[in-house]
């Protein structure tokens, strides 16, 4: 359930609701094209500014959608505990596999902080439990310690790890082994982390590009090093374009441009500015993904 190419799903959206149509349809061309998870209501999935409704919403609609086809592992990640427990309920009754639990944002958690959260949410729900670490966007950062101390909790079986070094991972596969599985949480590094243990990725890059991200981690498993090397250099000018201005609008921008959704997004998100939009354009161009 927690190996492989996996996609951090955007959230379509039209005149201001989700746009239910163009997530059912982008969830079956992402299966389609050889992804081996889904994950709705992340950062990608504008999670932040979802109501609560429509945050369960979606992630039932992904169930759904995927009729067990590939796992749904839901985002139910909150800087209130309380609140991450209410959504983690949520996501289970909805059918989720699987809960992606962020460090809380904003806040600024000490370490003994971050634990007890994480285990409160664990004790909360039977799903299995994929930490989240991104320093970038939430002001504090998940260390190897407290992760270790998190894997001796059962239900937690992953971490995805975004803090955008190859040390980090070594750090986690060199204290825990195979106990705790690491996915890449930044799809620029996704093959270096592969070749020091990660079992997979959880990526942005796939939302536009799934069959390359799902062929470069297939051929790493096949133990073709070439083909991956390859296959990994290849998708990175479309990971710089899709990071040229924060994620996801670059993301909306790409689908939009394919024609397989809207690029709405909402505030504080807006529109993608028109130079790297222009960037992001030639390199789709380039990759054949739009004429």
């Keep these: 359930m927690f190996v492989g190419a996996m996609t951090a799903l955007v959230t379509p959206m039209r005149d201001g609701q989700v746009d239910e149509a163009a997530l059912e349809a982008l969830v079956e061309w992402q299966i389609a094209q050889g992804i081996d998870a889904l994950i709705p209501c992340g950062t990608t999935g504008e999670s932040a500014t979802l109501n609560t409704q429509e945050h369960v919403r979606v992630i039932e609609r992904v169930v759904k959608a995927t009729k067990k086809r590939v796992p749904v ?40 902080g971050l634990y007890l959260h ?12 994929v930490l989240y670490n991104v320093p970038a966007r939430t002001g504090c950062d998940l260390l190897p310690e407290t992760i270790a101390r998190l894997a001796e909790l059962p239900t937690v079986v992953a971490v995805k790890e975004a803090t955008g070094t190859v040390q980090r991972t070594q750090q986690i596969i060199g204290r825990l082994g ?23 990725c959880i990526s942005v ?13 297939d051929a790493h498993v096949a133990g073709d090093a070439a083909r991956a090397k390859k296959l990994h250099y290849d998708s990175l000018p479309l990971a710089e374009a899709l990071f040229s201005e924060a994620s996801p609008i670059p993301t909306k921008t790409a689908l939009g441009l394919m024609g397989r959704m809207s690029p709405e997004l909402r505030l504080p998100h807006h529109p993608m500015s028109e130079a790297p939009k222009q960037k992001l354009r030639a390199v789709l161009t380039a990759m054949g993904l739009v004429k």
């Design 205 to 217: 890059v796939s939302n536009v590009a799934p069959k390359l991200v799902a062929d470069c981690w």
């Design 73 to 112: 592992i839901a985002g139910a990640g909150a800087n209130a505990t309380a609140e991450a427990i209410e959504l983690s309920k949520a996501a289970h009754e909805a059918g989720a596999d699987a809960l992606l639990q962020v460090t809380p944002y904003y806040n600024r958690p000490t370490q003994e």
């Design 178 to 200: 195979d106990r705790l599985v690491v996915l890449c949480g930044d799809d620029a590094i996704n093959y270096p982390l592969y070749a020091v243990g990660a079992r997979g």
């Design 118 to 129: 994480f285990r409160a949410i664990a004790e909360s729900t039977p799903l299995p439990i």
